[in-house]
């Protein structure tokens, strides 16, 4: 078996269950968490396909992934499900403090639903820890540019909640 193949089975093996209760907690459905992690699992073995920056932490990332493609879910199904945390109890305490310190209420929800490019910068940035000139390099654009965006987003949510 491949390095890669390797990885992967053991991020799916060891982060299945996370994946799927943060997908659940959001969506309230059990057919729908599943649709998620599977695509969440799917654009991860993607990811690591395409040979990028490896993975630092494996959690951050899946739980930023997890989260948007369940709103992506909400958003192309047109279906309401309450919006709440994607951390579930058994969750790292260091990515529960994170989500914590960054989002409160509903500001990660009102910061994707202005602007989704804002919304993955921040991600990025904040919670999956990759530099300014790393982000720079996924967009292509100058690590100006991405500097810019990053601070309409928190001029965005400061303004919004002050």
Sequence with gaps: MSQLNSDFHKYYFDNWQFVYYAALKILKNREAAEDVANDVFMSLYEYMLINRPPIRKIRP???????????????????????????????????????????????????YRQNEKWFDIVEKYYLLELSIKEIAKEYGCSEQAIRNMLQRAKDFLRKKYP
Aim: glycine share 4%; hydrophobic share 40%.
């Design 61 to 111: 990332f899946l739980a930023v992934s997890v989260k948007r493609r369940a709103y992506n879910y909400i958003r192309d199904n047109h279906r309401i499900f309450p919006i709440d945390t994607v951390f579930t109890e058994n969750a790292s305490p260091g990515i529960a403090d994170a989500e914590n310190r960054l989002f409160t209420g509903n500001m990660l929800e009102s910061l």
